[in-house]
């Protein structure tokens, strides 16, 4: 029994053996996986941390290569500019030569590389200026030296100036002091004027009393109430200070600010005045408005009683015409003006209707014109009719014939292409109408050119005691006289000759008929 038992106790002491060797191996682990995350868990990660860690021999590859990805996802959060810090810490470890593109745990990367590398400003200045977007005050003061120097980056004394104002106004005293002896000297180099206000503004927002004045000056030359009061602001203290310039300033502003209350007192009163002198004008004008409209009413009356005149007297002047017993169409210069006066009597009532539309001397030119026409128009039936009466009969019937052929040619015309156009678009009642419309209208135009026809007589006939007698020219120069169609046998050197032959042949032959018409009186009793 005894080796049995020796051999259970042998194993059993292996077994514990064992057991407590894993036990310490396995508490090891946990120790050191402890440990780690402790050493995580206080370490800095923040941007500064991360740069602080890089490049740092104490700080093991891990741990580096860590910080520079934090470092650069932190500078570019999705496409964004992400952490300003984190860009100018970056930007920073690339030009000290901590690490290049890529991180410390690149073989390259892992001794480090010698400060301001181009390589290395290629890499750092987006940064920078990413950062500066959120205005961070390292970043802009960074940039200004940057672009003043001209070492690193192509000089731009504009940049530089832009971004040492934008410290200095963030409260960057350092860029103060350096940005007082550039303004001091005038900004050199500098030819954004804009910028150079900027500057100055930015001194004289810190308290800079020289700044204060000169951008007191130039508020003041605003001429604005508001700019005056911004200058009061920074001029009363220094005032209080006695500061010469200041006070000068002020007195200025006081003087400006009294002639600008004068001036806005004198323009007062002149708007005054310039808006009773629009209300008079406008008076004026509302009594000139209403006195056009009265007076193109009285003519679109007088037109309308003138035109039903016409028609009424344009009825026995047609049947005179066709029985002889007027002239109404003195040759065809006659008819000829007898469409041309109507249209621009048409065009002299519009110009009235619509109070003066037409140029001043357009406007009389038709007018004079028609009146002329009208006139020389009247003289030539007096002359072919000898009566005022006849003439008066006779002009009227002249306009309203022509009128009446005019419009009948139009509505022919316009009512003949209305209908075919109907007949196009299958409209078939519409095209009948328009086309009867034509046809009608086609019918009196044809009509009435007839009736025209008959009573155009040739020029220089006269109607003289009821006998129609026509002076004719003949090609010798001589003249030839027609009475009732019937030619005489003699000539006469100028017209007065034959005219005279004619009163005097007019008034034998109606001697004559009163003589057989007392004979056959005579006769019949």
């Not at 050493?39 to 104490?58: K, V, W």
């Not at 008959?454 to 120069?477: F, H």
């Not at 030839?480 to 034959?498: K, V």
Request: glycine share 8%.
């Amino acid at each position: 029994m005894k080796p049995c038992s020796d051999i259970t106790v042998l194993h059993t002491d292996v077994l514990k053996s064992r057991f407590h060797n894993s036990f310490i191996s396995f508490y090891v682990t946990i120790l050191a996986v402890c440990v780690f995350f402790t050493n995580t868990l206080h370490a800095d990660f923040s941007p500064r941390g991360c740069y602080e860690m890089i490049g740092n021999p104490q700080v093991g590859r891990p741990d580096q290569h860590h910080a520079y990805y934090i470092l650069k996802s932190e500078s570019n959060v999705y496409g964004q500019l992400g952490n300003p810090d984190a860009n100018y810490y970056l930007a920073e470890c690339y030009i000290n030569g901590k690490t290049g593109e890529g991180g410390p745990d690149y073989a390259q990367n892992q001794n480090g590389f010698p400060p301001n590398r181009p390589e290395a400003w290629a890499l750092a200045l987006p940064l920078y200026e990413n950062a500066a977007q959120f205005d961070h005050i390292p970043s802009l003061v960074k940039l200004a030296a940057l672009y003043a120097d001209g070492k690193y980056v192509n000089q731009n004394l504009d940049k530089s100036l832009t971004y040492l104002v934008r410290a200095a106004k963030l409260g960057d005293k350092a860029s103060l002091e350096k940005l007082l002896p550039w303004y001091s000297a005038g900004f050199p180099g500098i030819n954004d004027e804009r910028q150079k206000f900027m500057g100055m503004e930015a001194l004289a927002d810190r308290g800079y009393p020289e700044a204060q004045i000169e951008l007191s000056k130039w508020l003041i030359s605003k001429d604005s109430q508001k700019s005056f009061d911004e200058a009061r602001g920074f001029l009363v203290p220094l005032a209080d200070k006695g500061n010469i310039s200041a006070v000068a300033l002020l007195k200025d502003v006081e003087t400006k600010v009294n002639a600008a209350r004068e001036e806005a007192q004198r323009a007062a009163a002149d708007e005054a005045l310039q808006n009773v002198k629009a209300e008079k004008q406008k008076v004026a004008d509302q009594e000139t408005a209403e006195k056009e409209s009265r007076t193109a009413k009285f003519l679109f009356y007088l037109f309308a009683f003138v035109f039903i005149g016409s028609l009424l007297f344009a009825i026995p002047g047609t049947i005179w015409g066709l029985n002889e017993k007027v002239v109404v169409y003195n040759g065809k210069l006659d008819l000829a003006l007898s469409f041309i006066i109507p249209v621009l009597f048409l065009f002299t009532f519009v110009d009235y209707l619509l109070i003066r539309p037409f140029a001043v001397w357009l406007s009389w030119s038709l007018k004079v014109l028609s009146v002329f026409l009208l006139v020389y128009s009247f003289r030539k039936s007096f002359v072919s009719n000898l009566s005022i009466g006849k003439t008066i009969v006779v002009l009227p019937t002249k306009f309203i014939l022509v009128g009446l052929i005019t419009f009948c040619g139009l509505f022919a015309v316009g009512g003949t292409l209305a209908g075919i156009e109907s007949v196009e678009k299958k409209k078939h009642k519409e095209a009948a109408k328009l086309l009867a419309i034509g046809a009608a209208s086609a019918v009196g135009f044809y009509k009435l050119k007839q009736l025209i026809g008959k009573l155009v007589m040739p020029a220089g006939t006269i109607i003289l005691n009821g006998y129609k007698v026509t002076l004719g020219k003949l090609p010798s120069g001589e003249f030839r006289l027609w009475i009732n169609g019937m030619e005489g046998t003699q000539t006469y050197p100028d017209a007065r000759s034959a005219k005279l032959r004619a009163v005097e042949a007019v008034r034998k032959m109606r001697e004559k008929r009163q003589r057989r018409t007392c004979e056959t009186s005579s006769i019949s009793r």
